[in-house]
Nanobody, 119 residues
């Protein structure tokens, strides 16, 4: 069993910043990648940012230039620094971890943390 716990969400004004954290624990012998996804009201869950154990990153176009993903492999943690937040960033943000499996990664998800951007 693997557990992911997010923290750092909350209410922030447009233009403000938040830093999300996610800690993975449990039966972890390696993590291929960790990332952040979000789901806004009435919309599908989408990738925000992803980072591999080697540090390779991938960002959604909407996040590029404003958000920065980072990780601490030794602590099985991933972070998302969000700057210049916009109302359209309002969503539940979910931490994801892809662990090695037989021929494919196995995805684990956190419960989510709510980010609300509003004046």
């Amino acid at each position: 069993q693997v557990q992911l716990v997010e923290s750092g969400g909350g209410l922030v004004q447009p233009g403000g910043s938040l830093r999300l954290s996610c800690a993975a624990s449990g039966s972890i012998y390696g993590i291929n990648a960790m990332g952040w996804y979000r789901q806004a009201p009435g919309k599908e869950r989408e990738l925000v940012a992803r980072i591999t154990s080697g540090g390779s990153t991938n960002y959604a176009d909407s996040a590029l230039g404003r958000f920065t993903i980072s990780r601490d492999n030794a602590k099985n943690m991933v972070f998302l620094q969000m700057n210049s937040l916009k109302p359209e960033d309002t969503a539940v943000y979910y931490c994801n971890a892809a662990l090695p499996g037989w021929g494919r990664s196995v995805d684990y998800w956190g419960k989510g943390t709510l980010v609300t951007v509003s004046s």
